[in-house]
């Protein structure tokens, strides 16, 4: 990734230095994007494809995929799962590295590019790349005959507001490590993990135990899996698709605003 240079000898407005950012990571993207392509694109259909057409051709459609056949029931909330999933990931080394090892927010933190506005940068780039794999995610699903409507276009959206929740807090986290690492596994072991399984990716929240169900409804991902999934097949209730935004907007802008915190302690000290 490149720096942003001192060559206009001018502070750059919030918004130019966030672009900057972003063209920056680009630039680094463009020519890397195949190192990505299998943790952010194909491990989620892999799963859509061995779920919902392997194990899915033994499930009959029924109330509890919603008169549907499995697959389609499934895919709207695999996107969601999958934008979680891919901002765990760009939110936690790739975060650790460009304080650690490249070092490259601070090469930028050494222009006039602020702390917050690295941090700001770094979270919209997250959310640029989890709009790119989710796209791509949805026109393979379409292809396999996954999607039977365009609405699913509209949970995109949600997914991505489910996947800022989870990483605007994470990015945040990760500004404060300063060790290799490790701290990540427990991560991606004991949240990650168990929130995929418990989040109604799979199967409906009422299939857990009434003890689990509480785990769940905390987490960023069953409130993407049922606006992302109501809105795909239009049985999206109002009251409730307002509360799932709700909470997936507060935990976005809390985090947002730590990550800028943290990112300011570590950089402007």
Do not use: C
């Not at 989620?44 to 919902?52: E, H, Q, S, T, Y």
């Not at 008169?67 to 934008?83: E, K, Q, T």
């Not at 979680?84 to 650790?96: K, M």
């Amino acid at each position: 990734m490149t720096t942003v240079s001192r060559s206009t000898g001018q502070v750059p407005t919030w918004r130019r230095a966030v672009l900057l950012y972003i063209e920056a990571a680009w630039t680094w993207y463009r020519r890397n994007w195949r190192s990505t392509l299998v943790s952010s694109v194909l491990t989620p259909l892999f799963f859509l494809v061995a779920m919902g057409f392997g194990l899915g051709s033994r499930i009959q459609p029924s109330a509890a995929t919603d008169g549907l056949p499995y697959a389609v029931y499934l895919a709207p909330a695999m996107l969601a799962s999958a934008a979680v999933q891919n901002a765990a990931g760009e939110s936690t080394f790739p975060v650790l590295s460009g304080f650690r090892w490249s070092r490259v927010f601070w090469g930028i933190a050494s222009t006039p590019v602020t702390a917050a506005q690295i941090a700001a940068g770094q979270l919209l780039w997250i959310a640029a790349r989890i709009t790119f794999s989710g796209l791509a995610f949805v026109l393979v699903a379409a292809l396999l005959g996954a999607v039977e409507s365009p609405l699913i276009l509209l949970s995109l959206v949600f997914s991505l507001l489910a996947g800022m929740a989870f990483a605007a807090p994470l990015v945040a986290y990760s500004a404060t490590i300063d060790s290799e690492g490790q701290q990540f596994n427990a991560v991606f072991r004991f949240i990650v993990l168990p929130m995929t399984l418990i989040a109604g990716t799979f199967f409906p929240l009422t299939a857990l135990p009434v003890w689990v169900q509480p785990l769940a409804w905390i987490t960023p991902l069953w409130h993407g899996t049922e606006l992302s999934r109501g809105v795909a097949f239009g049985t999206l209730d109002l009251w409730p698709a307002l509360g799932h935004v709700a909470y997936l907007l507060a935990l976005t802008l809390v985090g947002t605003a730590l990550a800028a915190r943290y990112f300011r302690r570590r950089l402007e000290k």
